[in-house]
């Protein structure tokens, strides 16, 4: 007769926090489970799903955490992260956002999401106002669903490059408003604001007392035109929480480092989210951070001219493809097409490009209610597979679209 430790544990029902009801997820990882099924099954599937630079990370930046490992690296750090690589970020930004920082407005995180969801908790009460850009990361639709803020999408439409409408982003703007979130480059679509853009929101939001999360992680990857923050802004550093990080840039996504910098008053309060949460960072990963923003950024640029090129043949190839239309990103290294031609949903049509054609993309509506009509494809993938992607589809479509 079995043990009482061995009855199936479906004897108790899971009593979940009401709250987990409003936690979302990022459709990019579902997909990918689902296209590594379908290997599993010895179909052979081109992952354009997941957005994770297909290079190698930096051999210099490799050495320094082999070397960092070998010389005990491996042990607690403080929860803000290590001084060094603080200071080192603080000097980053410092340079290339043209505003003074210092390294105790820096918070290194395992990732970037850790600054997007301390950030909300920290911030954001229930029935708070938080303005966020849809289609947009989904992210920050669910975290600031999840702690019972109202979520409040800003449309980014096709016709403006996916640039959002500053007048309908003043509209949109209340007594309960605390946080806007600006993504610049943006995922999905690639667009990006310019700098007029980006002025014209720092004076919609004025004298208030909102704070802007301004997630610029493909802050490095930008085809036309400079990236400019509104943390660059007169008056607006204190106002801003930039979220950058290594895993786009440098192709750390698995090195798992990310950071803020924001007012050392807040970055106390996400310090202490740190400790309660992750302890810190992996010291060793943030030996490799200091190599990689001190050292060598040829692979930066070698990486970025590979995507533009990637990103000139994908989009000529979407565009002649029946029910497909496709804007030129300006900066990530994603496409958006267009597929509302095509009389499908975008949901139905990525279900069965991955299934049918075995090209694995992500439906528009994985990224909010603005997305439906589109699709989102990475070309963080070999100019081969992408050609062989494009050749799929278009196949795909030749027989089942009419």
Known sequence: MPSALMEPTTLFELRLASRMSRLGTETAFEVLNRARALEKQGKEIIHLEIGEPDFDTPSNVVEAGVDALRKGWTHYGPSAGLPDLRQTIADYVSRTRKVPVSSDEVVVVPGGKPIIFFTILALIDSEDEVIYPNPGFPIYESMIEYVGGRAVPIPLREERDFSLDVKELASLITDRTKLIILNSPHNPTGGVLTRQDIVAVAEAIGDRNILVLSDEIYSRLIYDGEHFSIMSVPGFKERTILLDGFSKTY?????????????????????????????????????????????????????????RHRRDVFVAGLNKIKGFSCRMPRGAFYVFPNITKTGWSSKKLADALLEQAGVAGLAGTAFGAYGEGYLRFSVANSLENLNKALARIEDWVGKNLR
């Open 251 to 307: 192709a750390m996504t698995g090195w798992r480092m990310g950071y803020g910098v924001m007012r050392p008053d807040l970055a106390t309060h996400i310090t202490r989210l740190m400790t309660n949460s992750n302890s810190c960072t992996a010291s060793f990963t943030q030996m490799a951070g200091i190599e990689a923003l001190r050292g060598d950024q040829s692979s930066v640029d070698k990486m970025s001219n590979e995507f």
